[in-house]
């Protein structure tokens, strides 16, 4: 186990606003980061391989690791399930390396109960209609569906507040860029860092 | 003035830590910084610049800027006084700009009192040998002076807790790319930016 425990880093935040595309990304530049893989029993979108984008799992499997309380968080949403292994995220943070997750705003507000020490990303639209515009060109939702998730976007951005970070997902490769810069920043937190140091320095004491 | 009002960063640490060389390697970087320029009483070292490195002053004349209350903080430090102009300050944090201040320890604790909102990070030796080494080759330093100097940064490591970042000047470049991104963090959270972010939606609610 090394001295610093590694950090939880969830990235949040509304229907359509690119929060896989961004955790794509961001995986492909920094291969140190653990990213945890949710489990979900919505179906397999075109080229998402389980295992890798996602475990796809039946209603009867998730609902069993729920009740056997194997999941830090988990949410229903649009009619499916979404969750998150317990015993990896620990295990790993355990290990100093830092995870990742990348789970829907009411996953996120369960994840806050459990693990407060949590870093908290948001990422935002850049307005309303680039997040309609990216909800329909996404191709895989009826009408309902897509004025159905904006409701619900709407309803997300107002948890906002409930945050550490706010990004603008204006471009992926600016969003990318800010994210990094928040985990190298977390890192150098006073309250994390600050023991080790002295411990460092205190055999050295003139 | 726009939306977002500038950000006060304070970067300080133990004597000989290296703060003016990392001050410059990041200014060098990032043009759009504002440095706030110290007052102070002692003499210019070789290639110090009055106006550019330090505002080189006498004594009665810092003394009657501390009377005027001119100074944000001002310390006595080995012997002579180092001070932080207020008006240019609040000036640039108004206009939006953030302000980089580069200060002793003594004086950081008082911008803390007057600016509890500023950001402050501590620059960390990588070891105390490391620290005694830079102190000695920095050649302006009498014996007596040097172990002065090293009892001080004892002192002032032990002040650490008093800062939001500790940042190790292991590498010049490490330690500015560390900087770089508090920066670019301190941007994105979300306490600063949610007030704008919910504006900018507002007109454009479902």
Redesign the interface.
């Given at each position: 186990m090394k001295d610093e425990r590694g950090i939880l880093f969830i990235l949040s935040g509304p229907s359509g606003v690119g929060k896989g595309t961004v955790r794509k990304s961001l995986f492909e530049k920094d291969p140190a980061l653990e990213y945890s893989i949710s489990v979900t029993t919505r179906e397999p979108r075109e080229g998402e391989r389980n295992g890798i984008d996602y475990f796809f799992k039946k209603r009867e499997e998730v609902q069993k690791m729920i009740e056997a309380d194997e999941l830090i968080e988990y949410a229903e949403y649009v009619g499916n399930y979404y969750g998150t292994p317990k015993e990896y995220v620990e295990k790993t943070l355990d290990e100093g390396k830092d995870v990742f997750l990348e789970i829907e705003v009411q996953g996120a507000m369960k994840v806050r109960e459990n693990f407060p020490e949590g870093v908290f990303?948001?990422l935002?639209p850049p307005?309303?209609?680039v997040l309609k515009n990216r909800i329909i060109n996404r191709g895989t939702e009826t009408e309902d569906l897509v004025l159905n998730r904006?409701?619900e976007a709407?309803k997300e951005?107002d948890m906002?507040?409930a945050?550490?970070?706010?990004?603008?997902n204006d471009e992926v490769e600016k969003a990318v860029?800010?994210i990094?810069?928040?985990v190298?920043?977390?890192h150098?937190?006073?309250e994390r860092?600050?023991k080790q140091?002295?411990k460092?320095?205190g055999s050295?004491?003139?």
């Open positions: 990303i948001f935002f307005s309303l209609e904006l409701k709407q951005i906002m507040d945050y550490d970070y706010v990004v603008v860029a800010r990094q810069s928040i190298v920043s977390e150098c937190k006073r860092v600050a140091y002295q460092a320095l050295e004491r003139i």
